[in-house]
């Protein structure tokens, strides 16, 4: 069975401390990882695909890279408006059946 | 070009109901999929519609059903609602298979009491 975990569940930083997020997989035939940005009462708001181990993209203070079994989302000097839950998706089709397989996302709190 | 908008907003119905929810894709995108959203959890697959067809579903019973229609907006039913359907249930929209990329709705909270 497909399979993302997220980790941690919840990261609380300072304004201009910057981390990683992390996002290790198991999809079978994957043939893309998203990442999603999402604020409460919210629609997943798309940030990233990554389609082949060592890609990497970047978008403002954000930077998301890929390897076989994981995938990480670095936030270089967060700021307030950074705090977000960020997902991280699987996707993959089996047979005609393509869909996205998500984590539950690792809340992010920026405090000034 | 508008995005994925979806109706109602938010929606409260008692176990054993019936619902209908809608969703609009996006300008120029062709396949629909809804997930189904729990409190503090990420958003499980329901199922896809590329072209008015069926061409992918997770495991949700049958009584979870859609539609897509012509103009590739769709609809989702739920039937005999139980407490545990209580989620925010999102519309993606995508062109093709949604290997590019997926646009998401705001949802629709739905509670069952």
């Known amino acids: 069975e497909d399979q993302v975990t997220q980790s941690p569940e919840a990261l609380r930083l300072q304004e201009g401390e910057s981390s990683s997020l992390n996002c290790s997989y198991t999809?079978?035939?994957?043939?893309?990882l998203f990442w999603y940005r999402q604020d409460p009462g919210k629609g997943p708001e798309f940030l990233f695909t990554?389609?082949?181990a060592g890609e990497e993209k970047e978008k403002e203070r954000l930077k998301a890279t890929l390897t076989k079994k994981e995938s990480f989302l670095h936030i270089t000097a967060p700021k307030p408006e950074d705090s977000a839950t960020y997902l991280c998706a699987g996707f993959n089709s089996g047979g005609s059946n393509y869909k996205l397989t998500f984590g539950k996302g690792t809340l992010l709190t920026v405090n000034p | 070009e508008t995005g994925v908008t979806q109706s109602p907003t938010h929606l409260i119905k008692t176990r054993g109901q019936q619902v209908t929810l809608r969703c609009s894709s996006q300008s120029g995108h062709n396949t629909v999929s809804w997930y189904q959203q729990a409190l503090g959890q990420g958003p499980q697959f329901i199922f896809q519609y590329y072209r008015e067809e069926e061409n992918g579903r997770g495991n949700f019973p049958p009584r979870f059903s859609g539609l897509q229609f012509p103009n590739y907006s769709s609809e989702l039913n739920v039937n005999a609602l139980e407490l545990d359907d209580s989620a925010l249930y999102l519309c993606a929209s995508s062109r093709g298979t949604g290997l590019y990329g997926y646009t998401f709705g705001s949802g629709t909270r739905l509670t069952v009491v």
């Open positions: 999809v079978s035939g994957l043939r893309g």
């Open positions: 990554l389609y082949s």
